[in-house]
């Protein structure tokens, strides 16, 4: 998983076609620990998780409120796929890493890329 400080993408666009988006209208604890022991099943899923509250470019928090909604006082978290699109939205309260995986790993473009995955193996 890519840090949210390292990112220099300011706009949801820069990230289109390369990575899936989950995004948290805001911190919560059990999350933020369950993201680091995720680590590798976030990578291997070209995700990239962003907190609303946390320190994120500006624009790039206006830019997922504004397309989607979604405001820090809101608990809520939504997926944006690869290309761009919300594939998912969640209350905190129904969020868990194992739905999210299941529906990740049932979707087409995560199926070929598992595929593709096997065959360089």
């Known amino acids: 998983m890519l840090s949210i400080s390292a990112i220099a993408q300011t706009k949801l ?4 076609w390369k990575n899936r988006i989950l995004v948290f209208s805001a911190s919560n604890s059990e999350f933020t620990q369950k ?3 995720l680590k590798e099943e976030i990578k291997e899923r070209d995700l990239i998780v ?10 790039l928090k206006s830019d997922i409120e504004e397309r989607f909604s979604l405001k820090a006082n809101k608990p809520a978290a ?10 998912l939205r969640w209350n905190l309260s129904d969020f868990t890493f194992k739905k999210l995986f299941l529906s990740i790993d049932s979707m087409p473009m995560r199926q070929a890329e598992m595929q593709l995955k ?3 193996d």
């Open 118 to 120: 096997k065959k360089g």
């Open 78 to 87: 939504i997926l944006i796929g690869k290309d761009g699109s919300t594939t």
């Open 50 to 59: 962003i907190f609303l509250d946390g320190k994120i470019a500006p624009s």
């Open 13 to 16: 666009s820069d990230f289109q």
């Open 35 to 37: 993201v680091d022991l």
